[in-house]
């Protein structure tokens, strides 16, 4: 009977994951990324220790030191909705110390790749904390939840874990020890990833979206969505803060549920995505008009920097300073 080591099946996994982010959002986002560069890495993983490779053995701790950099630059591109730019190289640098160790200095690999893990997983925690984070069901709200990348920062840290544990199995003389230890925490790391892409997929489309509308707008949806339009017009309803569904729908006298369906088959987005675009476009005029970026933010009716930044960009393609930038030039 065939067996795969457990690191090599959680990159198969993940490896699926990641087709799956980029096919569905049509795009590769930062996370995607980051999905993608641990499914190799859980292969890497795998030649080295189940198979004894020794080519894997010499490349593991530096694509290993690539995976804390490229969490943090997710979180910032993805979490915040700010574009990662050429200030953020020296991330690279992560990899390059550790190639420089891996051919002159191994064995300091021991201490730096845990350290450098523990070091992103605290500044993630920071950032993470410092960003407020949108009561639930505001429809303002959007991205991957605060909690899922919080988890991302736990995984890291976990790593890190792993990584002493190992140390210490190979230092008391335990080293059969090492493929158990590695498997236990991937499993561990597998299980935070996929839950943070998995989540950034779920209100990326919304959790009213799940269930299989028709396959076109009728003539009742587009009344619908035409009511929801002059309603959003004339009370400029995306002015609110707190706007959530369900008070849409009372306002316009029908069902939740319904009201979301109507808005995804006419529009193609759900109903964040749908408000946020007004959010956007008043930010916009607010921007054009001499307002400075939070002014623009909490007049359009964002609670948020990371959530205006975020769907600003999404929508405009451009943060808002160079959105003001591109349009004075």
Known sequence: MVTLPLPLISGLILGFLFLRMVLGQGRLSWLAVLVGAVAVQAVIVALALHYGLAQARLV???????LPALAWLGWKADGLGLRPGARDGWHLAGPLVALGLQLHAAPLLEGVVPLAYLGYAAALAWSISRSQDVPRGRLSDAGAPRRLWAGLAGALALSAASDLVI????????????????????????????????????????PS?????APSAEEADHALVVRLEEHMRQRQAWREPDLTLAQLARRLGVPAKRLSIAVNLVTGDNISRY?????????????????????????????TKSNFNREFRRVTGQTPTEWRAARKS
């Open 60 to 66: 593991q701790p530096v694509s290993a030191m690539a």
């Open 167 to 206: 140390a210490g199995a190979i230092l008391s003389g335990h080293e059969q020890l090492v493929p158990r230890i590695v498997d236990l925490f991937t499993a561990a790391l597998l299980l935070g990833v996929g839950l943070l892409a998995l989540g950034a997929s779920a209100v990326s489309t919304g």
């Open 275 to 303: 408000v946020n675009g007004f959010r956007v476009k008043a930010a916009c005029d607010a921007l054009a008009g001499g307002a400075n970026a939070t002014e623009a933010m909490f007049d359009a009716g964002f609670v």
């Open 209 to 213: 979206d799940s269930a299989t509308p």
